[in-house]
């Protein structure tokens, strides 16, 4: 049988790979999962225990986060991922190394497997966003062997930056996968177990854009003012582990209403659960593009970290002003904004994309005339 790889750095990328990892035997594989810095990290939560008292094998571990919060530690990070994760490769070596979405651990590894000639795969490739985020993205693009593309906008981006056609797959998102299709708790569920409140919330998800360092105490602040002006429950997600993250953690623990709620993590099922039954979300997490068209919720993106992504109609795109912000808020909670919400279509993908990658990932000839890329122009 042969093995897959997968790269997990987050707890984001876990809603990517989880659906193909489920469905991989079916399709002749055996999968397991290089855990890495988020996920082994106690402050972002517990999903490494999640995932092995489901059954899934990690079978290797990295812990490259270098501390400090600074563009410097994440530079360094990704030299940290590089060597490791060949060490990794030389003692474990996949048919496959599957990597999924924008951060520093998937351009690390992307970096190894290339450069050791091993077949490696990139899901959400060719999408546009702002943020360090997607230029890796790109760059992974220029590195590995076969493109999985959430829809034809990222698909031709692809081949636009000189990928070989036969690369290119359109696959949809896989995350999609399981949120249409896999049970997740009900409201009463949420409530019974304190995770929300009986009435109305507001779900806030905001992540540090690297290159407004030295804005994202105010941009936070500003955003903390505006939506504490209203009456509803907030709940909080505080943010990844990019530079400027523990900034906005201090921030919204000081600054947040006695009886909001604050989240490090939460089981993926909880997020989407909650997601699900909120007023609308605000902030800047790509769950905002991905899943919430899907989950009918109205969508206030705020800044540069989306910026350019393919978005359906129930998003609405600001800045930092007080103004755009209360404005933003007003319109979400209006009859207006969820009628758009509940009749979009979700760009992303109809829940089928785990059977379209693995079955390329099984048919692909992973042969040296494979492995060896040309530019197309």
């Not at 049988?1 to 707890?11: D, E, I, Q, W, Y």
């Not at 989240?263 to 593009?289: K, P, Q, T």
Request: net charge negative; proline share 4%.
């Amino acid at each position: 049988m042969k093995k897959l790889l997968f790269v997990l750095g987050s707890r984001g990328e876990w809603g990517y790979i989880k659906p193909i990892i489920e469905k991989s035997r079916e399709y002749g594989f055996e999968s397991e999962i290089c855990a890495m810095n988020m996920v082994l990290l106690a402050r972002h939560g517990t999903l490494l225990e999640e995932i092995e008292s489901a059954g899934f094998k990690v079978s290797s571990r990295i812990l490259s986060a270098v501390s400090g919060d600074t563009h410097a530690g994440m530079a360094k990070s990704i030299g940290l991922i590089t060597q490791s994760f060949t060490d990794v490769l030389l003692s474990n070596r996949p048919d496959w190394v599957i990597l999924a979405g924008d951060r520093a651990e998937q351009l690390g590894a992307a970096i190894a497997s290339s450069f050791m000639y091993i077949p490696t795969a990139h899901i959400q490739a060719g999408e546009r966003s702002g943020n360090i985020d997607g230029v890796t993205r790109h760059v992974i693009t220029k590195l590995v062997h076969l493109h999985f593309a959430a829809n034809e906008d990222a698909a031709n981006r692809v081949l636009k930056m000189g990928e070989e056609s036969f690369r290119v797959m359109t696959s949809g998102a896989p995350q999609l996968d399981s949120l249409i299709k896999d049970p997740r708790p009900s409201r009463k569920d949420l409530i019974d177990r304190n995770l929300i409140l009986d009435e109305p919330y507001i779900l806030v998800c905001f992540h540090p854009v690297t290159e407004d360092y030295q804005n994202i105490a105010s941009q936070v602040q500003v955003l903390l003012e505006e939506i504490n002006k209203s009456p509803l429950q907030k709940i909080w997600i505080l943010p990844n582990n990019d530079a400027g993250g523990e900034k906005v953690r201090e921030t919204v623990v000081k600054g947040k209403k006695l009886l909001d709620k604050v989240y490090s993590n939460l089981a993926r099922e909880d997020y989407v659960a909650i997601m699900e039954n909120c007023e609308f979300l605000i902030g800047n997490s790509s769950s905002g593009i991905l899943e919430a068209p899907s989950l009918k919720i109205p969508v206030v993106n705020m800044g540069r970290r989306q910026a350019n992504r393919l978005c359906a109609e129930n998003v609405t795109h600001i800045g930092f002003s007080p103004r755009e912000i209360a404005a933003a808020i007003a319109f979400a909670m209006t009859p207006e904004a969820k009628a758009i919400a509940r009749n979009v279509e979700n760009p992303y993908g109809d829940g089928s994309a785990s059977n379209i990658i693995l079955q390329s990932l099984r048919d692909t000839d992973t042969s040296m005339d494979f492995l060896i890329k040309s530019i197309a122009y």
